[in-house]
Every structure is written in C-alpha cells, then in structure tokens.
T-cell receptor, first 109, second 116 residues
Framework: KNEVEQSPQNLTAQEGEFITINCSYS?????LHWLQQHPGGGIVSLFM???GKKKHGRLIATINIQEKHSSLHITASHPRDSAVYIC???????????FGTGTSLTVIP | NAGVMQNPRHLVRRRGQEARLRCSPV?????VYWYRQLPEEGLKFMVY????????ESGMPKERFSAEFPKEGPSILRIQQVVRGDSAAYFC??????????????FGPGTRLLVL
C-alpha cells in the first residue's frame, strides 16, 4: 500500500492546454512537496505546501488538508513542461518523505 | 550560486566492490537526506542526517549500507559488497534546518550506480 497516490499516471496534452495532476495521501502530514523530474533525471523542487495555495509563474499548487488531497495545475502548457511530476508528503510523525510514483506529462507542440 | 553537488554522476562497479557516493549540500545547509530511485520505481527515503548525527536511518538497508555527514566535508553514502539490485539513481537533498517540517529540500543531480 502506497501512502501517496497520484493520478493520472501518464498524461499527454496539446500545447496551451490547462493541466491538472492530482495527489491523494492517507496520513496526517506536516508538509507536501511537488517535484519535477526531467528526462535527464535531475529533480527540481516546485512547491512546498502545508495549507492553501501557492503560485509560481504558470504553476499553481493547492492543498486541502481535510480531504488529504493536493493538485498541481499548469496553465498554458508548453513542450518544455514535459517531465515527471512527483508528489511527496511528510507525515506529522517521523522525518522522511513518502513519494508518489509520479505523473509523466508530455506536451505536444 | 552552488546548489547541491553530487559526485560521481555515474559510477560503475562490479559485484562485491564498494561504492562511495558523495554529496555536498547547499552552503549553510546542515540537513542532508539520501533517496534511492530504482529503475521504473518512485523515490524512496533512505536516511536523514545532520552534521555528525544520523537522525533517521529507517529507510536504509541494515546490511552493507552506511551514511555519514562529518563536521567537515561532504556527506558520504557507502555501499559495501554491491549487488546488481543496488543499481539505481541515488539522490541527495539538503535543507537549512530551521523549520524542518516545512522546509523545501534542494535536490542534487543524482549518482547513477550500475553494478555489473
């Protein structure tokens, strides 16, 4: 059983489309992390959330603590957004992060 | 503006050899995390260290694996007597350590270990 579930697993979109990636988790958390992993393998931190909503450029992340759910939105998607997007949660107890298996996004020109 | 640095980026070892993976955190960061990503799988936590202390090693196999973060120098993840199943990407991340439960972790580029 994985503490973190992401959907969809794979996503193909046309350039310009609005994209939503979902993350559900089963434990009480102190923080949720959205990460981006490019085809070369490098990992970039996009957002760290504990409540509400954050926006950075075309990226928006929201979290609903009561429903144990977070979404990552990409507006006006671009081929350079093609990557694997990973959700990770830090439980209230313990030090480690639990990771989802990622959503592989391909944006077609 | 040096981020997290890991070396080597690629490491090839034969079964039974030792692998040493190094991680230099962002300057000023005192917390280091090691993660492993097996082929076609998600990231898994291995160990969390502060300077000279192992805080949580619950994700690290009990045998053959060890980690340290000395007062001076990089953090080292050491794998003794490697086996083919150790082939994976090993990522290090660091954080400042002031608000540990809400801090962003900064990831290194990873070390790809291949065991022949």
């Amino acid at each position: 059983k994985n503490e973190v579930e992401q959907s969809p697993q794979n996503l193909t979109a046309q350039e310009g489309e609005f994209i939503t990636i979902n993350c559900s988790y089963s434990v009480g958390i102190s923080a949720l992390h959205w990460l981006q992993q490019h085809p070369g393998g490098g990992i970039v931190s996009l957002f760290m959330l504990s409540s509400g909503k954050k926006k950075h450029g075309r990226l928006i992340a929201t979290i609903n603590i009561q429903e144990k759910h977070s979404s990552l939105h990409i507006t006006a998607s671009h081929p350079r957004d093609s990557a694997v997007y990973i959700c990770a949660v830090r439980p209230n107890t313990g030090n480690q992060f639990y990771f989802g298996t990622g959503t592989s996004l391909t944006v077609i020109p | 503006n040096a981020g997290v640095m890991q070396n080597p980026r690629h490491l090839v070892r034969r079964r039974g050899q030792e692998a040493r993976l190094r991680c230099s955190p962002v300057k000023g960061h005192s917390h280091v995390y090691w993660y492993r990503q097996l082929p076609e799988e998600g990231l898994k936590f291995m160990v969390y260290l502060q300077k000279e202390n192992i805080i949580d090693e619950s994700g690290m196999p009990k045998e053959r694996f060890s980690a340290e973060f000395p007062k001076e120098g990089p953090s080292i993840l050491r794998i003794q007597q490697v086996v083919r199943g150790d082939s994976a990407a090993y990522f290090c991340a660091s954080s400042p350590g002031f608000l540990i439960y809400q801090e962003t972790q900064y990831f290194g580029p990873g070390t790809r270990l291949l065991v022949l």
